[in-house]
């Protein structure tokens, strides 16, 4: 069965240093993997995904993941953090289920900024 | 193009209450995905809808809980009889026909916090 295991429920960075939060994949089947980030009180907001066309994928806010597949990883990097960037941010793989797919998510890391 | 709307965006119950959470997705989209997030956890896939079928509930409750998405109107989670441990965000997801250009991307409604009291 897929799924994805994030490594820390909490990463603090100071403001301007590099941010790598990370996720490790399960998957029988060549996967579709994203990052998602959640603001609080506010809904699901897909930052990028990884659909088998590059492996280095660029996203919004100046995220980007690269999907490694003999690490099984998929980790989130940004090369210099901003205030804006404290939030919850979730790793998924899609399993699919009659020709559609479902999310199945990790356990969430919380991003901290320090200023 | 108006987002995936989900109402209300907060729900208080008592104990032995219904909750009924709405959604509509965006236009164009006739996927439709519940998903359950419990206090400091993931989420955590309920159910897949189309128009007027439920395709995969396995992440549904055995009780209390259905879900429907009719043919008019938007996708309608129910709860009946609310506890305690049903307190939690429930977000709804949409997403187009399957195509390769489009495939797999759920958009992610704001979300229904309800609180049982």
């Known amino acids: 069965a897929q799924s994805v295991t994030q490594l820390g429920s909490h990463v603090s960075v100071s403001e301007g240093a590099l941010v790598l939060l990370r996720c490790n994949y399960s998957?029988?089947?060549?996967?579709?993997l994203f990052w998602y980030v959640q603001y609080p009180n506010q809904g699901l907001q897909l930052l990028l995904k990884?659909?088998?066309?590059?492996?280095l994928v660029k996203g919004i806010n100046g995220f980007e993941a690269e999907f490694k597949k003999s690490e099984t990883s998929f980790h989130l990097t940004k090369p210099s953090a901003h205030m804006s960037d404290a939030a919850e941010y979730f790793c998924?793989?899609?399993?699919?289920?009659?020709?559609?797919?479902?999310?199945?998510f990790g356990q969430g890391t919380r991003l901290t900024i320090n200023p | 193009n108006a987002g995936v709307m989900q109402n209300p965006r907060h729900l208080v119950r008592r104990r032995g209450q219904e909750a009924r959470l709405r959604c509509s997705p965006m236009?164009?989209?006739?996927?439709v995905y519940w998903y359950r997030q419990l206090p400091e956890e993931g989420l955590k896939f309920m159910v897949y809808?189309?128009?007027?079928?439920?395709?995969?509930e396995s992440g549904m409750p055995k009780e209390r809980f259905s879900a429907e998405f009719p043919k008019e109107g938007p996708s309608i989670l129910r709860i009946q009889q609310v506890v305690r441990g049903d307190s939690a965000a429930y977000f709804c997801?949409?997403?187009?026909?399957?195509?390769?250009?489009?495939?797999?991307?759920?958009?992610f409604g704001p979300g229904t916090r309800l609180t049982v009291l």
């Open positions: 997801a949409s997403s187009p026909s399957i195509g390769r250009e489009t495939h797999n991307e759920q958009f």
């Open positions: 998957s029988s089947v060549p996967p579709y």
């Open positions: 990884y659909t088998s066309a590059a492996t």
């Open positions: 998924a793989v899609s399993v699919e289920i009659q020709g559609a797919q479902k999310l199945v």
């Open positions: 236009k164009g989209h006739s996927h």
């Open positions: 809808l189309q128009k007027e079928n439920i395709i995969d």
